[in-house]
């Protein structure tokens, strides 16, 4: 990318991993229509995730899931000034440089889409737009970082409104961080071929006992609680897919979650927020699931 | 030689949403007794505050749900030192362009601050920088989908401008604000310049 000022540089990883930590303490919700960007963006959202259907209607609509129409990415652009984000489908790198040209602010190369390739995701160096992946465990982080992920989620199972994953993920992820942070230094390279992730990237984690990128969690929070305890357990902020849009009350429980993340540590703020909410999003035990509906596993 | 025995300034960064963390971090390094501000009674603790980098229209929106919005504007019009990154500096400005809906700042920088006023993320950048008052060599500047200063009024001073001539920094007795996050990049001699400024008014 050039610029008149030709001291200028774009697309840096500083630059990339510098957004996610803009957003951190921050809640990130999906919509679908420019007119819940607004109600999330009034409720105190970080951010938002343009997309067709939230993930609940993927799930029971079936079919296959791709990038949204370019239409609806550039009337939620239009219609809010906080970041907005879109999803391409895992390896879709055209999907991923349509994003960049319609100069969405981060692309979230995510399972909850019909992967496009079964073998590669997306390289993700290649782009000045940053991107955020999904991840079970840190060996599964860690390659997305070394693909050029600015950004990391923990996958959780979106659109089911049960936060189970979301908790064995984040849990995972932290204590894989913990295991490699007490190992000696000699145990590192069993530990990266075990993991399946670059020696280098392993050895950084071990040392500054955290990613090199943003955490946040995501799949399956559909309440200030579930947010509170994402962030308890270590998560960097969150990610409400279905969660909001599928209540009873959006706007409320919207406001209500990014207070409870907010004052994650304070159980009478969270009791307080979480009164009077109307109906949560009904959702699914990930345990119903038949294993092939489970969108966690896709990406690896 | 022994040095002699000086209080650690107590320096409070608003811990409600965004790299609080990150500046928490910088100010313990350079010496600071730092405490997290989300309410009332932890800001009436600091002798000087961080304002950090995130999204200027959710910390409004919580600063006034929470009660705090006020009782920063006291602490600012008492002369707190306070210090304002990317949101920060959107929060301390007397105007805001472009702001959302309803959205409200703190004030006491007699300035004009648009935000977000480079677009989208592609168009966020790393640049050296000139900041005369910090003598030495150019800063590393992180600009984040980041405001800039529109309009410089009387009461205030431009401390630096990008090649173009727009003001990216600016100062105003304890205030001071900037529209990049020195707080990434390593370079501390804005923090130690603002923790100057809380020793002088502690």
């Known amino acids: 990318m050039t610029d ?64 949204s129409d370019p239409d609806l990415i550039e009337a939620i652009i239009a219609e809010v000034s906080i970041p907005v984000m879109a999803k391409a489908r895992i390896g879709h790198f055209v999907e991923a440089q349509v994003l960049q040209a319609l100069d969405v602010d981060y692309i979230d190369e995510s399972e909850v889409l019909s992967p496009a390739d079964y073998v590669n995701h997306i390289d993700k160096w290649g782009f000045n737009v940053p991107f955020v992946c999904g991840a079970t465990n840190l060996g599964e982080a860690l390659r997305r970082i070394n693909e050029g992920a600015a950004m990391i989620r923990s996958k959780g199972e979106a659109g089911t409104g ?17 295991a490699l942070s007490s190992m000696s230094k000699d145990e590192l390279y069993v530990a ?32 200030p609680a579930d947010a509170a305890m994402m962030m308890q357990l270590g998560a960097d902020g969150v990610f409400v897919g279905s969660g909001i849009f599928k209540s009873g009350n959006p706007a409320q429980r919207a406001a209500a979650v990014v207070k409870a993340t907010t004052f994650h540590d304070d159980p009478a703020v969270i009791a307080e927020v979480s009164r009077g909410l109307g109906e949560a999003m009904v959702g699914i035990n990930v345990s119903d699931l038949a294993a092939p509906h489970r969108l966690a596993e896709r990406g690896w | 030689m022994v040095a002699p025995q000086v209080a650690a300034p107590r320096v409070g960064v608003l811990a409600l949403q ?43 929106k919580l600063a006034r749900t929470f009660g705090l919005a006020e009782p920063l504007r006291a602490a600012i019009s008492g002369g707190l030192p306070v210090y304002g990154t990317c949101a920060g500096l959107i929060m301390l400005a007397d105007t805001v362009l472009d702001g959302i809906r309803g959205q409200e700042s703190l004030g006491g920088l007699d300035v004009a601050v648009r935000r977000n006023a480079f677009g989208s993320q592609t168009h966020s950048f790393e640049t050296d920088l000139d900041v005369p008052v910090l003598g030495g060599e150019p800063m590393h500047a992180v600009f984040i989908r980041a405001p800039i200063v529109e309009s410089v009024g009387p009461a205030a001073t ?45």
Not at chain 2, 40 to 48: F, M
Not at chain 2, 169 to 198: M, W
């Open chain 1, 4 to 67: 008149s000022t030709s001291s200028q540089h774009f697309g840096s990883s500083r630059v990339k991993r510098g957004l996610a930590e803009m957003l951190k303490g921050g809640v990130i919700m999906d919509v679908v229509t420019p007119e819940q960007a607004r109600i999330a963006e009034d409720a105190g959202a970080v951010a938002v995730m343009a997309l067709e259907r939230v993930p609940a209607d993927i799930r029971s609509q079936g079919g296959v899931a791709r990038m």
């Open chain 2, 158 to 202: 431009a401390l630096a401008t990008l090649d173009d001539g727009r003001c990216v920094a600016v100062e105003q007795g304890n205030l001071l604000g900037t529209s990049f996050h020195p707080e990434v990049t390593g370079d501390y001699r804005i923090h130690e310049y603002f923790l100057g400024k809380v020793r002088a008014a502690a």
């Open chain 1, 162 to 178: 049960d936060v189970s994953e979301a908790t064995k993920h984040i849990r995972k992820i932290k204590s894989e961080i913990a």
């Open chain 2, 18 to 60: 965004g790299d609080f963390r990150e500046h928490a971090q910088v100010l313990r390094v350079l010496g600071a007794d730092v405490t997290l501000v989300r309410r009332p009674e932890e800001l009436a603790a600091v002798d000087g505050l961080v304002i950090p980098g995130g999204e200027s229209s959710v910390m409004d």
């Open chain 1, 192 to 223: 990266a071929k075990e993991l399946q992730a670059p020696y280098d990237l392993v050895v950084e984690v071990a040392e500054t006992g955290k990613l090199p990128v943003v955490l946040f969690t995501a799949g399956g929070v559909a309440t």
